[in-house]
């Protein structure tokens, strides 16, 4: 430790400075959640009080789950962001692993190449992807979202992966070659693990735009049997009245599956890193 | 018989020559260490041998066997790295017969062959636990344990005792040096510390820019060093270096001289003033400002009470001296 990590009042500056940001980041869901308790009334004459006797009302929350599929439309998300996870996280730690592992030609290129989907906005291609989707029949379907997210999500997560693979101890993976290990193994068994906290950071970038998007979902799977969340949400707000208790109450229970993900992976990130087998 | 033996190995990363022409015989039951500065091409010549880089050209033979296309698991070698690399998620005991499992060796063999190698390494009391939970030195037995469960017909050991403490190095160097005796095994091992080289090895390879320089043992690369290169790099602290001329002798060549040969005095046969004593208790090193490039050290047996500033003369015998040509190499 340093003395300047030590010091008491750099400490309380820090913690001053990290509180202030955690209370301007958690207000706007703070006055989500409490609005979502109360009465159309309440809402609109004090939005910041808390609910009381007078003013708390589960009404928006009835609204939500009498409406239409309320529960089909989360296992929707959940279904489209856990799979999306999954994808992203396995090919691109793969494609990340030859990247940084593999001497063969190339290889610079390709990396740049997958690069560039960072900078390059998925969205660009709606009318192509929209076109390639009703062509292979995908339009209506869940796996229509998956694939464009899967796509949207590789190029960073190659990126942030490979960078980290490269660190992962030579030696390491030598010892499992000579070992017998297959390539398989060595990458599953002990480049995985020891990469695992990047793993997390890349599964928390990618989760929270795809649980929050809208524009997919709208143009690729309206139909009411494969609507997210996000999108179920829109039949509250209105061109003329907006059901402001049914709209709060919907996004309240929205942020419930992300914070829980968001939980498991953040736990990753801190726990994940297995000292000692190198050095 | 031959363990190892390289013909005309050459090794490139693309336009980066790494390894020249490298020729080698390692017999049967030999301690072989490769010596050389950093970034000599030692660890990539021990990564050709084990197969985990292919060699540009050449032939690698081990026992009797050419193995250029053979993957690494299945040369008979073992290898022990500078970091451990241990593997995080499994128990010293299942780090160690790891390599037994995948070549489907039957359970009560496996469990024999590590109770064996963790008597050996007297690694017992740690068989359950993982290696975060124990220290450099225990990591490192570890690592060799490793290699000896496997019972290879080549060691390979890349720099072992560069992650460990000065009392530590001296106690793991003197526990492969039993490990050698007891499992009369052929054994590689790669160092830039010469100490190492010189206490452990039956035969020296010194190499240069991926190219061997010297081939002996110890003692004869001590005495006869072939070139200015290895004369310079063998021994501590390092030979002195005088312009023959200076002595009466051929103009361009340079006389070397060990530190320890030398005789200090109010005269002799080169003076200069001292710019430094350093006093290790067992024997001093006196450094003299002789007139030449470089400093001149003689290293005396025992203790010396001597002024830095004073005007000495330094003698050494002829037999001592060795001479190299103006491009480094024995006359
Ligand atoms: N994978 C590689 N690609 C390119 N150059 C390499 C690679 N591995 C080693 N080298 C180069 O080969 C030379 C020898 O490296 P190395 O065998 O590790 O030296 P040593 O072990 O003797 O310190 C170094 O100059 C290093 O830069
Ligand atoms: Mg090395």
Redesign the interface.
Known sequence: MNKARRNPLNTALAHVVLITYTVIALFPVFVILINSFKTRKAIFREPLAMPNADSFSLIGYQTVLKQGDFFLYFQNSMIVTVATLFFVLLFGAMAAFALAEYRFKGNTLMGLYLALGIMIPIRIGTVAILDLMVSTGLVNTLMALILVYTAQGLPLAVFILSEFMRQV?D??K????????SEYTIFF??VL??VRPSLATVAVFNMIPIWNDLWFPLILAPAEATKTLTLGSQVFIGQFVTDWNAVLSALSMAILPVMILYMIFSRQLIRGI?????? | MTALKLTNVCKSFGEVEVLRDINLEVEDGEFVVFVGPSGCGKSTLLRVISGLEDATSGTIEIGADIVNQVSPSKRGIAMVFQSYALYPHLTVRDNMALALKQERKPKDEIAERVAEAARMLSLGDYLDRRPSELSGGQRQRVAIGRAVVREPKLFLFDEPLSNLDAALRMNTRLEIARLHRQLSASMIYVTHDQTEAMTLADKIVVLKDGHVEQVGAPIEVYNNPANRFVAEFIGSPAMNFIPAERLGGVAGQQIGVRPEYSKIGETGRIEGQVIHVEKLGGDTNILVDVGSSSTFTARMFGQYEIETGSHIGIDFEDAHCLRFDAQGNRV
């Open positions: 101890s030696d390491l030598n010892a499992g070659r000579i070992d017998g290990l068994r002990l693990p020891l297995t000292s000692g087998a190198v050095k």
